[in-house]
């Protein structure tokens, strides 16, 4: 079992930058698969970013891809997702998701054991 629990989330104008953090605990953090995910409202929630253990291949959904950028600090157990060039449409609440189940790909939502409870990220025109 991993806890997860994101923060940085907040409103931010187009165009601007936002570091998004997840905390996990409760297992070899360098070892497992993390990723991000988005949910906006209305829709239906959908994989942002993500890689299997740390130094492996980093997945990234083709709407963030050369704006986002996920990383790992092994030491402190963070995961981050550093968001530049925002718009509007990423505005969404924004989940942390870790430890996959064996053969499940990276970028699959149901693939994930553990989840946080998301943090709001609100985009300005």
């Known amino acids: 079992q991993v806890q997860l629990v994101e923060s940085g989330g907040g409103l931010v104008q187009a165009g601007g930058s936002l570091r998004l953090s997840c905390a996990a605990s409760g297992r070899t953090f360098s070892t497992i698969a993390m990723a991000w995910f988005r949910q906006a409202p209305g829709k239906e929630r959908e994989f942002v970013a993500g890689n299997r253990w740390s130094g492996g291949t980093t997945y990234y959904a083709d709407s963030v891809k050369g704006r986002f950028t996920i990383s790992r600090d092994n030491a402190k157990n963070l995961v981050y997702l550093q968001m530049n060039s925002v718009k509007p449409e990423d505005t969404a609440v924004y989940y942390c998701?870790?430890?996959?189940?064996?053969?499940?790909?990276?970028?699959?939502?149901?693939?994930?054991?553990?989840w946080g409870q998301g943090t709001q990220v609100t985009v300005s025109s």
């Open positions: 998701a870790a430890d996959l189940y064996s053969g499940i790909g990276v970028t699959q939502i149901g693939g994930y054991r553990n």
